[in-house]
T-cell receptor, first 115, second 109 residues
Framework: EAGVVQSPRYKIIEKKQPVAFWCNPI?????LYWYRQNLGQGPELLIR????????DSQLPKDRFSAERLKGVDSTLKIQPAELGDSAVYLC?????????????FGQGTRLTVV | GNSVTQMEGPVTLSEEAFLTINCTYT??????LFWYVQYPGEGLQLLLK?????DKGSNKGFEATYRKETTSFHLEKGSVQVSDSAVYFC????????FGPGTRLSVLP
């Protein structure tokens, strides 16, 4: 069975440009997360979906970040405009249930470099 | 809010040495606790978990026990191998996963 698939793996853009990341979770996983991981740090939550509903977007910088999961399956995270400080690895994860004892499965991430 | 603290790295050990990576947490209620590992060039993957107090999670020779009284979930392995070289993340899940900063382990032959 395929794991969580993210694309692209790497992206280099100039500041003020837009960028989008795509994630396809494991089939049947209704819970989807987007995390940001800065160099040498642990992942930090940006947004969590249950099906197509964003149930926690309190850490998403809404002035420049947006996300969607229109059909409750794959998801897109967008940044517009990008800033130098947005350089990081963006991780998508999914889990079978929203229960606390359920593990999250992570994709390999998209490494964004803003120059 | 919920948070996870783990020992600073990097940790460098010789093969067959004993490993401990300390992890403590702060959370409302009773979260589930996890250790994730990130091998070079790979994504985060679950190493082990424990979902209630006094539970012991184990996998690949690694163990960790959920200690509610000390709010800890320390990772241990009796004899590390070169292939264990990776970054280890302690995490809790209480509606959302919260991760520690990671501890880089290097095992020398």
């Amino acid at each position: 069975e395929a794991g969580v698939v993210q694309s692209p793996r790497y992206k280099i853009i100039e500041k003020k440009q837009p960028v989008a990341f795509w994630c396809n979770p494991i089939s049947g996983h209704n819970t989807l997360y987007w995390y940001r991981q800065n160099l040498g740090q642990g992942p930090e939550l940006l947004i969590r979906y249950e099906n197509e509903e964003a149930v926690d977007d309190s850490q998403l910088p809404k002035d420049r970040f947006s996300a969607e999961r229109l059909k409750g399956v794959d998801s897109t995270l967008k940044i517009q405009p990008a800033e130098l400080g947005d350089s990081a690895v963006y991780l998508c994860a999914s889990s079978l249930t929203p229960l606390d004892d359920t593990e999250a499965f992570f994709g390999q991430g998209t490494r964004l470099t803003v120059v | 809010g919920n948070s996870v603290t783990q020992m600073e790295g990097p940790v460098t050990l010789s093969e067959e040495a004993f490993l401990t990576i300390n992890c403590t947490y702060t959370a409302t209620g009773y979260p589930s606790l996890f250790w994730y590992v990130q091998y070079p060039g790979e994504g985060l993957q679950l190493l082990l978990k424990a979902t209630k107090a006094d539970d012991k999670g184990s996998n690949k020779g690694f163990e960790a026990t959920y200690r509610k009284e000390t709010t800890s979930f320390h990772l241990e392995k009796g004899s590390v191998q070169v292939s264990d070289s990776a970054v280890y993340f302690c995490a809790l899940n209480r509606q959302n996963f919260v991760f520690g900063p990671g501890t880089r382990l290097s095992v020398l032959p």
